[in-house]
């Protein structure tokens, strides 16, 4: 639906759409959009029209005074700016492009170097262009926000953590036999506030600090020594090594010996297994004295298997708790040793001894 004609718009009555009508070197172009063509092309097709208007007068002019260059002056590039919505652009094209001779010959070329001059009025103005740095820098900090946002949630959490760890410790050094409600209520806390696997931090040396009641850790990792009226259990170390290096695991079962005798360690090793989120199996099959000799376990058994639930674990505090058959359970929390080993002689004297020889 586009035409030039040298007398006039070309017929169009039966259509009813908009037309742009624009007079050039004596040819009148008429110009019909879509119904449904975007806003975006509206705007080109009115801007070139105001442009072509406007660059053909100054044409003409140019051509009669015989400068070496036009530009589209204030009048058309309002006009264009207007209709394009503001845009301010100059656009300086050669006047040898522009014929001197006459309108009638040089229309053509005009209409050419209208169509120029209103690309680059136009210029930024249409849809799908990339957007600029400032809006580049906009969206990066849109994307940043929720990442600072997060670390600090993450950071307030460890810190509640933290604190809950502290009145745990608390809890257990200004205590002899505390509540159990109130130790499960801080181990309830923490596990709620973990953001990790329950059993994701157990590797390390240990010890168990506290156990619920008297008699569930012989009962779990025991050798059975201490169904031996003459024995009492004193502590017990735990070591975990990491997955690359086996996932081996040691156990340490320090006991008092009734009567002026020293305390005696029995050394327990076996591996580990990791069970989904929070299960850890223990395995023990090689079991000795402090002095080499092998323990021979109760029942014919031949390994000691222990199967565990991890509460909550970090490099401060690790929670574990069992469950027998009958539903019962027991729960133990851990605290970090600098060294297993050197932890175990201490507990039975060794570094005494070694002392007073020497």
């Known amino acids: 639906d586009r035409g030039c004609t040298k007398n006039g718009p070309k017929p169009n009555a039966a259509s009813g759409r908009a037309r742009t009508e624009s007079s050039m070197g004596g040819m009148t172009c008429t110009t019909s959009p879509r119904a449904a063509a975007p806003a975006a092309t509206s705007r080109l097709l009115s801007g070139l029209a105001a442009a072509t208007a406007a660059t053909a007068a100054l044409g003409r002019a140019s051509a009669q005074s015989g400068s070496s260059t036009f530009a589209l002056g204030l009048p058309g590039r309002a006009a264009a700016s207007a209709a394009l919505g503001g845009s301010s652009a100059a656009a300086v094209v050669p006047a040898a492009a522009a014929s001197p001779s006459g309108d009638k010959g040089s229309a053509p070329m005009r209409q050419g170097l209208c169509m120029v001059l209103a690309a680059q009025v136009l210029a930024g103005r249409l849809p799908g262009r990339r957007p600029s740095p400032r809006r580049d820098s906009r969206a990066q900090e849109r994307r940043l926000v929720p990442a600072a946002a997060s670390k600090t949630k993450s950071t307030a959490v460890s810190a509640e953590a933290r604190e809950i760890e502290e009145e745990l410790v608390l809890l257990f050094e200004t205590s002899e036999e505390p509540s159990i409600y109130k130790v499960r209520d801080c181990l309830s806390r923490l596990a709620k506030l973990s953001t990790r696997p329950a059993n994701s931090q157990i590797v390390g040396d240990w010890i168990i600090f506290w156990a619920s009641k008297q008699g569930c850790v012989e009962k779990d990792f025991g050798t059975g020594f201490t169904d031996d009226m003459w024995f009492e259990l004193q502590e017990y170390l735990l070591r975990f090594y990491p997955k690359r290096e086996g996932r081996i695991c040691l156990g340490a079962e320090v006991m008092r010996r009734i009567g002026p005798f020293p305390n005696q ?94």
Do not use: H, W
Not at 265 to 279: A, R, V
Not at 283 to 312: A, N, P, R, S
Not at 346 to 353: A, D, I, K, M, W
């Open 265 to 358: 360690t029995n050394f327990l090793k076996g591996k580990y297994s990791i069970i989904g989120t929070s299960g850890l199996q223990i395995v023990f099959d090689d079991i000795k004295t402090d002095d080499e000799k092998d323990i021979e376990l109760k029942d014919g058994k031949t390994e000691i298997v222990v199967d565990l639930q991890c509460i909550y674990s970090s490099k401060n505090i690790l929670a574990m708790q069992s469950e027998d058959e009958n539903g019962d359970c027991d729960f133990y929390v851990c605290t970090p040793l600098e060294d297993f080993y050197k932890e175990a002689n201490r507990l039975v004297g060794g570094e005494r001894r070694s002392t007073f020889f020497n």
